[in-house]
């Protein structure tokens, strides 16, 4: 059974860094690639960037200079660092299993972690 | 980047019921074009992907279609479950990129 389940602080400062991991279970990281993408509170859904089975990574332009997906294989983990939060950076913040040609399709997510920007 | 409009932002419909939904890529996407549900307390769902391929699991009242710019999520015999958010995402080109939603609501 596959699941994923992001984890992190729920409140970060303005200007400070955000940190959060994504728990896979079911699968393996070696030979599947997961995206991390979030959504604003009552807004749609923006795709941030993806770590590759290869251990490869790409980031949504918009955010490439702030943002930064690794993993540990070994923990079954993916972990986001995204610096210099602002309050637009509230959001719902899901891991999902990036699947399908070009890897731009999610067929399995987390449930998701909510993460206020306030001072 | 590919910019995907979606009509209604809202749809209000009873059980038993047929809807569809819209989008719009402000660009040729081909036939890439998936469709999600999402529901409060519960991981997002593909339900289609390539405009029309229902995803393993997903009921046989869902169908997709279009191609080009214009694509339509339809639901036949609306089930209780159904209701929900439903958002559709371009899979053609990089960055990946959604709609902003709709929300079925029961009437």
């Known amino acids: 059974q596959v699941q994923l389940k992001e984890s992190g602080p729920g409140l970060v400062q303005p200007s400070q860094t955000l940190s959060l991991t994504c728990t896979v279970s079911?699968?393996?990281?070696?030979?599947?690639?997961v995206s991390w993408i979030r959504q604003p509170p009552g807004k749609g859904l923006e795709w941030m960037g993806v770590?590759?089975?290869?251990?490869?990574?790409d980031y949504n332009s918009a955010i490439k200079s702030r943002l930064s997906i690794s993993r540990d294989t070994s923990k079954s983990q993916v972990f986001l660092k995204m610096n210099s939060l602002q309050t637009e950076d509230t959001a719902m913040y899901f891991c999902?299993?990036?699947w399908g040609y070009g890897g731009f399709l999610f067929d399995y997510w987390g449930q998701g972690v909510m993460v206020t920007v306030s001072s | 980047d590919v910019q995907m409009t979606q009509s209604p932002s809202n749809l209000a419909a009873s059980p038993g019921e047929s809807v569809s939904i819209n989008c719009k890529a402000s660009?040729?996407?081909?036939?890439?074009l998936a469709w999600y549900q999402q529901k409060p307390g519960k991981a997002n769902k593909l339900l289609i992907y390539?405009?029309?391929t229902l995803q393993s699991g997903t009921p046989s009242r869902f169908s997709g279609s279009g191609s080009g710019t214009d694509f339509t999520l339809t639901i036949r015999n609306l089930e209780p479950e159904d209701f929900g958010l439903y958002y559709c995402?371009?899979?053609?080109?990089?960055?990946?990129?959604f709609g902003a939603g709709t929300k079925l609501e029961l009437k």
């Open positions: 995402q371009q899979h053609n080109e990089y960055p990946p990129t």
């Open positions: 660009k040729s996407i081909s036939k890439y």
């Open positions: 390539s405009g029309s």
């Open positions: 079911g699968l393996s990281l070696t030979s599947n690639s």
């Open positions: 770590i590759w089975s290869n251990g490869g990574t």
């Open positions: 999902a299993r990036s």
